[in-house]
Structures are given as structure tokens and as C-alpha cells.
Nanobody, 118 residues
Framework: QVQLVESGGGSVQAGGSLRLSCVASGTTVSTYWMAWFRQAPGKERERVAA???????RYSDSVKGRFTISKDPAKNTLYMQMNSLKPEDTAMYYC????????????WGQGTQVTVSS
């Protein structure tokens, strides 16, 4: 059974940094496609960053240049370094994973809250 457990959220002031972690079990971050999503109250869920089996990455325009997604296969952990945080980054952040052949992300973590104050 695949489980994803996020950590690292918190409250910071604008301009600050946070690093989110997502420990995976029952699967490997090496072969699955992994991503970070976020959802703010009253808004649709947004994929902010993704990393594929070959290590290539994609970012949404809203976080490009400020967030960095990475993975450590030895620790089976996904990360997202978030710098220059803005109040509009406030949301619940979710780790997600899927086998490469699936269209939709299949497995989800419970989420970790990020709150950025101005």
C-alpha cells in the first residue's frame, strides 16, 4: 500500500523560506512521477511542481524561479524548497504520486499547511 507523508509546513513572513518533505512508502520516488499540489480556500487545486522518472521537472508560472522540487531516492523522499514566499502562496500543500502509465495522480498525502503573512 502506497503512503505519502508530508511535513515541513508552517507560518512564515513574506520573503521567508520553507522546505517541504514527503516520505513515500510502498512505492519508490525513483520510478513514480511525483508532484506537489496546493489548494487555498475557495480556489481550485493547482499543481505547482512535478518531477518525472528521468529527473526532469516542471513548475507552474506562479512559482517558477522561487520553488525547487527534488527527490532523494536513498531516503525515498520528495522535497520542495520554497523561497521568496508570498502571501498568495498560502495554501494546503499535498504530495502526490502516480505510475508513469497513469493519467491522474493516484496517491496523495494528507497535506501540510503553509501560511505566509505580509
Amino acid at each position: 500500500q502506497v503512503q505519502l507523508v508530508e511535513s515541513g509546513g508552517g507560518s512564515v513572513q513574506a520573503g521567508g523560506s520553507l522546505r517541504l518533505s514527503c516520505v513515500a512508502s510502498g512505492t519508490t520516488v525513483s520510478t513514480y512521477w511525483m508532484a506537489w499540489f496546493r489548494q487555498a480556500p475557495g480556489k481550485e487545486r493547482e499543481r505547482v511542481a512535478a518531477i518525472y522518472g528521468d529527473g526532469s521537472v516542471r513548475y507552474s508560472d506562479s512559482v517558477k524561479g522561487r520553488f525547487t522540487i527534488s527527490k532523494d531516492p536513498a531516503k525515498n523522499t520528495l522535497y520542495m524548497q520554497m523561497n521568496s514566499l508570498k502571501p498568495e502562496d498560502t495554501a494546503m500543500y499535498y504530495c502526490a504520486a502516480k505510475p508513469p502509465f497513469r493519467v491522474d495522480y493516484t496517491y496523495w498525502g494528507q497535506g501540510t499547511q503553509v501560511t505566509v503573512s505580509s
